[in-house]
């Protein structure tokens, strides 16, 4: 066996250990193990490794700064007051109660990026369904499938969207109008086929006999720090600037000024949180840079850049298809990485890169492991005590995602 395959067998083990979860061994065991074999073993330069982790520090910071807005936000009762709010909104209604939860989540997404979605709307969410007295999971699903259905509607509604086209982002009127059909393309047909296959679980009436208590002083600070973190996101995204750190300033000063507020100790908040989602993300980024080493990306980044020059049309549809595969195979934050690689070295024309963006970020409503939102997503599940499997989803991903991902497709072929 080679020097490539070895580290092409590493890279699998490891990424098969966080789709599977063999175990239940946490996620982020399995890619801190990979990164362990391939710098212990030689294959991996322990400088390059470290490189490596280190293109993720805007990640790391912006996760941070979502996670603590999220716990602190749970703890002052943030979500059990917007949960009342939905409800009382529905009227009785689970399908108005599903709509409202969906709108929601588009604009949670689109303006707080995805992984925000997966962190603050989903206990948020599952608040709601308990008042309602309803099945939860029909409308946690709404949290993983729209975070990536609207994941393409600004540069900031998904991190990776800033990877993809690095230091080439179109202005944002251009990106406006390269997206604007395609995401409405992507979010009503993710809207009507979940509505469809959820159909029976919201064919009921909903309960409306529920408690409801004014939101604390702490509560409105998380929840007006949660609207400045989406200006200051906007108004970084406009400058060009990275969203890492001013959504961690965000998040540490309004965990502090509530902590001040109500004279709590901070170790709660700290405790609570999944800090196993960091690691996890570093793992990722090493073991991309591992599968960068056997140089494989050349022959692709060739073959690439002929196929543009060939037929654009043809090939942003075909690498869409390939790269929204690809993410459920190996994730697509590793796949994203890859994938700007390729297609910066390949200078292909923006309609191609148009495609690879829409592969990586919608491909993910796949499987359940396809996205790091949707691995947020899980997190938050389990601490709410829900399940969901890999079968599961991937039953529902598997009616929801390649018809939402062909129709952004084809929109994008018609705006090009």
């Given amino acids: 066996m080679n020097h490539n395959?070895?580290?092409?067998?590493?890279?699998?083990?490891?990424?098969?250990?966080?789709?599977?979860?063999?175990?239940?061994?946490?996620?982020?065991?399995?890619?801190v193990v990979g990164t362990v074999v391939l710098i212990g073993f030689g294959f991996l330069p322990w400088r390059i490794a470290v490189a490596a982790a280190a293109k993720g520090i805007d990640v790391y910071l912006f996760l941070i700064g979502m996670m603590l807005l999220a716990e602190v936000g749970r703890q002052e009762g943030l979500f059990d007051w917007l949960a009342a709010l939905a409800v009382r909104y529905a009227r009785g209604s689970a399908r108005r109660l599903f709509l409202i939860i969906y709108v929601v989540g588009t604009l949670v997404t689109v303006f707080l990026s995805n992984d925000a979605t997966a962190v603050v709307l989903t206990p948020a969410v599952y608040a709601a369904a308990t008042a309602a007295r309803v099945e939860p999971l029909p409308y946690l699903f709404i949290?993983?499938?729209?975070?990536?259905?609207?994941?393409?509607?600004?540069?900031?509604?998904?991190?990776?969207?800033?990877?993809?086209?690095?230091?080439?982002?179109?202005?944002?009127?251009q990106w406006l109008y390269q997206f604007t059909p395609p995401s409405i393309a992507s979010i009503l047909a993710t809207y009507f086929l979940l509505r469809f296959t959820q159909r029976a679980a919201i064919d009921q009436k909903i309960s409306e006999d529920f408690p409801t208590e004014p939101l604390s002083v702490g509560g409105k600070?998380?929840?007006?720090?949660?609207a400045l973190t989406a200006v200051a996101l906007l108004g970084a995204s406009s400058l060009d600037r990275q969203l890492g750190l001013p959504t961690f300033v965000a998040g540490t000063a309004v965990t502090i000024i509530v902590l001040i507020i109500s004279?709590?100790?901070?170790?709660?908040?700290?405790?609570?949180?999944?800090?196993?989602?960091?690691?996890?993300?570093a793992g990722l980024f090493i073991l991309v840079a591992g599968v960068e080493q056997t140089g494989i990306l050349n022959s692709v980044t060739q073959m690439l850049h002929n196929v543009a020059a060939y037929s654009p049309r043809d090939a942003s549809f075909g690498a869409g298809i390939i790269v929204a595969l690809a993410s459920n195979l190996m994730n697509n934050l590793p796949t994203g990485l890859v994938a700007a690689t390729v297609s910066q070295s390949a200078n292909v024309p923006l309609q191609?890169?148009?495609?690879?963006?829409?592969?990586?970020?919608?491909g993910p409503n796949l499987s359940v492991t396809g996205?790091?939102?949707?691995?947020?997503?899980l997190i938050a599940l389990r601490r709410e005590g829900e399940a969901v499997t890999a079968w599961?989803?991937?039953?529902?991903?598997?009616?929801?995602?390649?018809?939402?991902?062909?129709?952004?497709?084809?929109?994008?072929?018609?705006?090009?």
């Fill in 221 to 226: 600070c998380v929840a007006v720090g949660i």
């Fill in 143 to 173: 949290c993983a499938f729209i975070a990536n259905a609207a994941s393409f509607v600004l540069p900031i509604s998904n991190p990776a969207n800033l990877v993809i086209f690095g230091t080439h982002m179109p202005p944002l009127a």
């Fill in 5 to 31: 395959t070895l580290i092409f067998s590493v890279a699998a083990f490891a990424t098969l250990g966080v789709i599977t979860r063999p175990l239940r061994i946490p996620e982020y065991v399995w890619a």
């Fill in 263 to 281: 004279r709590q100790s901070p170790l709660p908040v700290l405790r609570d949180i999944s800090w196993g989602v960091l690691p996890l993300v």
């Fill in 371 to 377: 996205s790091l939102a949707t691995i947020l997503w």
């Fill in 392 to 416: 599961q989803f991937l039953k529902l991903g598997i009616v929801v995602m390649p018809p939402a991902l062909v129709v952004a497709l084809l929109a994008i072929r018609a705006v090009s």
């Fill in 352 to 362: 191609v890169t148009s495609g690879i963006l829409i592969g990586v970020d919608l």
